[in-house]
């Protein structure tokens, strides 16, 4: 069966719309296959805008991965906008791939990535231009799997009912296993129910038809329980182990259309052990495992040279941490001096920042800003969340950083941590004037800036915060106010800091969708139906209708919007997500939990004994580390003077 | 020392421009959707995949010296857009065309390259005024002579356009130089999906008319909003409007090649 291409009733429609060029496709390293000559057929969705959902690294990963299985085609479909989707309605032109425009319904499989939990509505409205049920159950033989994953799949209750399955962890051996079980048989060749038990079978498929949920007569889940002995009863997630062997993306892709992020991006590990308690990131992707020194040469010398990219982006969570950091900086900064090449290290701590690698990064480009992330106004509260940064640190490294020509730092906080009083919040003021004073000092100059940039709180699942209350709007609200009050307080210094925060609205609904159970899929739908799309973006989100539709749509199931938010949870709840192992001993969890409530700390596991958080033993791995020693080989030998 | 950077020196003193080549090339099918902000990324993105030795720029944020003029809009294709590139080293012309050609995507297709001496006459200086095709499928041969013979008997034109500083006037008539009609099906670029989209209406009229540049520039987008207001034309479905061509515009209404004179 022949599948043919959309585009000749996408072009007519292309010129009223804003940005076409984020429709067609054509990218520079982008794969086109023959529909006919392969046996499996990949559609994978970023649930968001092309300008964000081009650069993820993970889409592009599974993207190369899978297009280089001789029997496999991949393509790639994003969101589309507000006045397109109009279009296509009227037109009945239905969702596409932006490669070859083949509509999604098509294909054997999407896999749907989700970054955050803000995306669920735009993958109804994909599922709905592409004449997919949006309910998994009312799919027939006919319609493809569609199937859940990233970070935000560690808790795809919420979708449950409109997804097929979802995958924990890493994608890349996961994405093959699932292709083995399609080569065997797609579903219109053994049938759904058959391909979805094969999955179920997988390692780190979960698949939510498989398992009833039983709730109790306080609200809660009495149970999650398999209804089929194919499923198991626990699904571990995936971890990659050594990175070196996945050397992807080789051929990244190149937009023509402006994105987010234009730079060739290597991630130089993965996993983190910080062991920060708000950062769900950190805790589903342990152990640590790196990149060695080569293979990061490696894949930035190939990667430029097949994109162009001017920038290079070393990816992680905290990439200072990198053993050979400085080894690794220095190589490429010295391997890339004077061909307009410029190195960006986005993560950085304050504590594992140091002058010399400031210096490395800007050496063949711009000194602009410095960002770092102390979370928390407080020590008190730095310690609840394990952010261990000392005021006196940050201090230190923004004076070297101003005397060493920087003019600007930003800072990152988050309103409404656990524990968290107004004073907590109101430290950042001061700590904010310190760094202006600190500059000004340093730098011998008047002008110097710091940004601060506040986010709301929202817990997560699988991290130690997972049982805590989640602050309401208003009062995170509030101390943003008085928080600005006391920043303006001293004029002289307030008006070299500039504060960005957004309300803490989104953040409540983030916070619904994060932890909530399969009840919660009625709110999306309804959201959806009155319009939600783009949830992400302030311009589209709206709290009205998602509280409204929250308060129409859980109390007839027992519960409310406060059950899922700003209520704290016992030790002895049944968690939505028990059931999905993130390889952390929830026992170990707890006890951070408590520990974070009497703030005290936990040091990382890379430069101190193992604490038992269960990650390497349940999932059979370890961390993987240097330093290895090695130094990267300059590519073009200089020729020795005279010689 | 590597690692420090003294205040107020240029982080790369970049090397001297020293040769400039002049580049031809097409947008075509669906990459006809790309602005120009985006094919000039593109080509600042080829010229470094190709390994043109492209001078860059002075400073702390130094851009490789591509200079454009006159951009075809947003989803007009084109088969005549030019840039200049300048060198730090001489570079054949025909092996830079090749690789830069190679270096782009598909759709974005260099046509021709001409060496141009430091002091030559500059290429904005080489080019008057355009000559567009527009296709309207869906519309009648027969319609379209009318409307296009009521526009060219009219002395001025004028219809708004919204720019970024509101709405202008912009006088179609007057930069229109000469109008034909046509009704000739019209082989479009094949699809770059490899899957044939030329549309399928039989009535397929098409204009090709030459267009004198003017401040602000007459789009292929005015020229039908000034069919509509002369002759109530209203297309079913978007015309598809291609550049043909730019250059000097002579006394018979033809246009002089901008590298006439510089192909050896």
């Known amino acids: 069966m022949s599948v043919q291409s959309v585009f000749p009733a996408l072009e007519s429609l292309l010129p009223r719309v804003a940005k076409p060029v984020q429709y067609i496709g054509g990218e520079l390293n982008s794969t086109v296959k023959d529909w006919d000559a392969v046996n499996v057929h990949w559609a994978l969705m970023y649930p968001d805008a092309y300008e964000v959902g081009l650069p993820n690294q993970g889409v592009m990963i599974l993207y190369e991965l899978l297009n280089e299985q001789p029997d496999v085609l991949a393509e790639r479909a994003y969101a589309v906008w507000p006045d397109l989707e109009a279009l296509m309605r009227e037109h009945r032109v239905p969702h596409f791939t932006v490669d070859s425009h083949r509509p999604l319904g098509a294909f054997d499989v999407i896999g749907v990535s989700f970054a955050t939990e803000l995306g669920y509505t735009n993958l109804l409205t994909a599922l709905d231009l592409a004449g997919i049920p949006l309910l998994a159950a009312e799919r027939t033989d006919e319609h493809p799997i569609v199937l859940a994953g990233g970070h935000a799949a560690f808790n795809p209750e919420p979708i449950a009912d409109f997804v097929d399955a979802a995958v924990l962890g890493d994608g890349e051996q996961a994405v093959l296993d699932i292709t083995a079980v399609l080569r065997r048989g797609t579903q219109r060749e053994v049938g759904r129910s058959e391909l979805l038990k094969r999955l179920a079978e997988t390692e780190g498929v979960y698949v939510p038809s498989l398992y009833d949920v039983r709730y109790g007569d306080g609200g809660g889940i009495e149970s999650v329980t398999p209804n089929d002995p194919r499923a198991p009863k626990r699904v571990t997630k995936r971890t990659t182990v050594d990175l070196d062997e996945w050397p992807y993306p080789k051929q990244p892709l190149v937009p023509l259309a402006e994105t987010v992020h234009e730079r060739m991006s290597v991630e130089i590990f993965r996993g983190c052990t910080r062991g920060c308690r708000f950062c769900q990131a950190g805790m589903i992707t342990r152990p640590v495992r790196e990149r060695s020194l080569q293979g990061i040469g490696e894949m930035v010398e190939r990667g430029l040279q097949a994109s162009g990219f001017t920038e290079v982006g070393l990816l992680s969570l905290s990439s200072a941490d990198h053993s050979e950091i400085a080894e690794i900086t220095k190589g490429l900064a010295d391997r890339y001096e004077g061909t307009n090449t410029t190195l960006s290290l986005p993560s950085t701590r304050v504590d594992a920042f140091n002058i010399d690698l400031a210096n490395e990064i800007s050496r063949n480009g711009r000194r602009s800003g410095l960002t770092f992330a102390p979370e928390g106004g407080s020590e008190r509260i730095r310690r609840v969340i394990n952010k261990m940064v000392s005021e006196e640190d940050l201090i230190r490294t923004v004076s070297a950083a101003f005397a060493q020509g920087w003019r600007q730092v930003k800072l990152y906080f988050m309103c409404g941590l656990p524990t968290e009083t107004d004073e907590d919040v109101l430290e950042i003021a001061g700590m904010a004037h310190r760094v202006i004073k600190a500059g000004r000092e340093a730098s011998g100059r008047n002008d110097v800036r710091c940004t601060i940039s506040i986010g709301g709180f929202v817990p997560k699942p699988h991290t130690p915060f997972q049982w805590a209350a989640q602050a309401d709007p208003d009062t995170i609200d509030g101390r943003l106010r008085k928080l600005r009050a006391a920043i303006n307080s001293d004029r002289r210094l307030g008006r070299n800091i500039g504060m960005r925060y957004h309300d803490g609205q989104p953040s409540l609904i983030e916070g619904l969708l994060s932890r909530g159970d399969r009840r919660v899929g009625r709110v999306i739908e309804r959201v959806w139906r009155e319009g939600g799309r783009f949830d992400g973006w302030s311009e589209h989100f709206s709290y009205q209708r998602w509280t409204e539709a929250a308060a129409a749509e859980l109390p007839p199931q027992g519960v409310d919007i406060d059950w899922f938010t700003t209520r704290e949870r016992t030790r002895e709840e049944v968690l939505p997500w028990a059931h999905l192992d993130s390889g952390l001993d929830p026992d170990w969890l707890w006890d951070d939990w408590q520990d974070a409530l009497d703030s005290r700390e936990q040091d990382d596991c890379r430069w101190t004994p193992c604490f038992d958080c269960g990650v390497c033993p349940a999932t059979g791995t370890d961390i993987q580390i240097g330093p290895t020693g090695a130094t990267l080989i300059p590519l073009t030998p200089v020729p020795a003077a005279g010689g | ?264």
Request: with cysteine.
């Open chain 2, 1 to 264: 020392m590597a690692g420090t950077v003294e205040r107020g020196v240029a982080a790369n003193p970049a090397p001297p421009t020293v040769a400039r080549v002049r580049v031809r090339f097409a947008k075509r099918g669906r990459l006809r959707f790309a602005s120009h902000r985006d094919l000039a990324r593109a080509f600042e993105r080829a010229v470094r995949r190709a390994g043109v030795p492209v001078s860059h720029s002075h400073g702390f944020s130094p851009h490789p010296r591509l200079s454009w003029v006159s951009a075809a809009p947003t989803g007009v294709a084109s088969e005549a857009e030019y840039l200049e590139i300048g060198l730090t080293r001489p570079v054949p012309a025909a092996e830079l065309a090749a690789a830069l050609d190679a270096a782009l995507p598909d759709g974005v297709d260099v046509l021709e390259a001409v060496p141009s001496a430091l002091g030559a006459t500059s290429l904005a200086d080489l080019i008057d005024a355009n000559r567009w095709r527009l296709t309207l499928p869906g519309v009648d041969r027969a319609v379209l002579v009318e409307a296009v013979d009521r526009l060219m008997a009219t002395e001025s034109l004028t219809v708004e356009r919204a720019t970024k500083n509101g709405r202008r006037p912009v006088d179609v008539r007057a930069a229109l130089v000469t109008a034909e009609v046509d009704g000739h099906p019209v082989d479009l670029q094949p699809g770059v999906d490899g899957v044939d989209w030329r549309p399928e209406e039989p009535p397929c009229a098409i204009l090709t008319a030459v267009v004198r540049q003017m401040t602000p520039a007459v789009r292929p987008d005015d020229v039908l909003a000034a069919l509509q207001a002369v002759a109530d034309l209203r297309p079913p479905v978007p015309p598809m409007a291609t550049r043909l061509a730019q250059g000097l515009l002579d006394d018979r209404g033809n246009l002089a090649d901008p590298f006439g004179t510089a192909r050896v």
